[in-house]
DNA sequence: CTTACGGCCTGGGTGC
DNA sequence: TGCACCCAGGCCGTAA
């Protein structure tokens, strides 16, 4: 692989990445919660082991494409690949980051992600969730708790468990907890298999866009009937996003904390 | 220790 | 035409 990179702030180490890279092989192509780890091997032989960590932030894509092909705004890394195809990254607001991961330097931020929510049982779930007196909404964000879930799978998930985004994590009961089990894996299921939401500009890395958002029932949706009952979908701040819910299927906590 | 919250990063979209 | 403002996800510092 050969790298050029345009704009590096969102890098952690430019440099590292310029000479790590070039000369090496891409071993495996892997995710972890919302990375996509790289593993990389040496050309010469030598057996180091290092890996290439990418989080796309918001707006962050990566591609394969002919190296001819037009560059799109806001592409800043360029990784010409052996067979002729530049690999490129492109983020409009560069909240993405990319860090390269030395052999076995501090794993911290891989090591302090929580369990992966289409690989967690049940019973690990619940304990994750049942102990904790924050609001579920914050607890299902946290990538401590579990790695991968975002805004919109999170509002999607609570939907379907019919559960208010507000309520804590230990006053849910079993049932209601089992409802969000299985309603996190169904959504994150058929998001994967739709390849993913394409609110504004996301795409895989052929450059197609997901399907999910059509079938998104309150992400977006303030002010639309729930399709379950009818009633207006709303939106407000819980955990410091917006959230979106329906006030009839997702009955607010008894107590007020606002 | 746990939880809550405000601020910061960036730039496209929106509304005046 | 310009421009202020909002918002997104992750992270960090601070406070209780």
């Not at 049942?130 to 607890?139: D, F, I, M």
């Not at 998001?191 to 450059?207: F, H, K, P, Q």
Request: aromatic share 6%; glycine share 8%.
């Amino acid at each position: 692989m050969e790298v050029r990179l345009g704009k590096t702030d969102f890098i952690e180490d430019p440099a590292a990445i310029e000479r790590e890279l070039t000369g090496s092989w891409i071993s495996a192509v892997r995710r972890h919660g919302k990375f996509v780890v790289l593993d990389l091997k040496s050309g010469n032989g030598a057996n180091e082991s290092r890996t290439l960590l990418i989080h796309l932030g918001m707006t962050g894509q990566i591609r394969t494409c002919p190296p001819e092909e037009p560059i799109a705004p806001h592409t800043h890394v360029f990784v010409s690949l052996d067979d002729g195809r530049e690999m490129r990254y492109t983020d409009i607001r560069r909240f993405g980051k990319i860090r390269l991961l030395e052999d076995g330097g501090p794993e911290d931020t891989l090591g302090k992600l929580g369990l992966d929510p289409t690989e967690v049982n049940e019973k690990e779930f619940v304990a994750r969730l049942a102990t904790r007196r924050a609001r579920v909404k914050a607890l299902l964000l946290d990538q401590r708790v579990l790695r991968g879930m975002g805004n919109i799978y999170t509002d999607e998930s609570l939907w379907r468990a019919r559960i208010h985004p507000r309520r804590l994590g230990a006053n849910i009961s079993k049932v209601e907890l089992h409802r969000l089990y299985l309603a996190i894996r169904s959504v994150l299921a058929e998001a994967i298999r739709l390849r993913g939401s394409s609110i504004s500009d996301y795409v895989d890395a052929e450059g197609n866009r997901g399907e999910f958002q059509l079938r998104h029932r309150v992400y977006q949706r303030e002010g639309k009937e729930c399709s379950r009952c009818r009633s207006v979908i709303r939106r407000e701040i819980v955990a410091g996003r917006s959230s979106y819910f329906c006030p009839r299927c997702q009955p607010q906590p008894r107590k007020r904390l606002t």
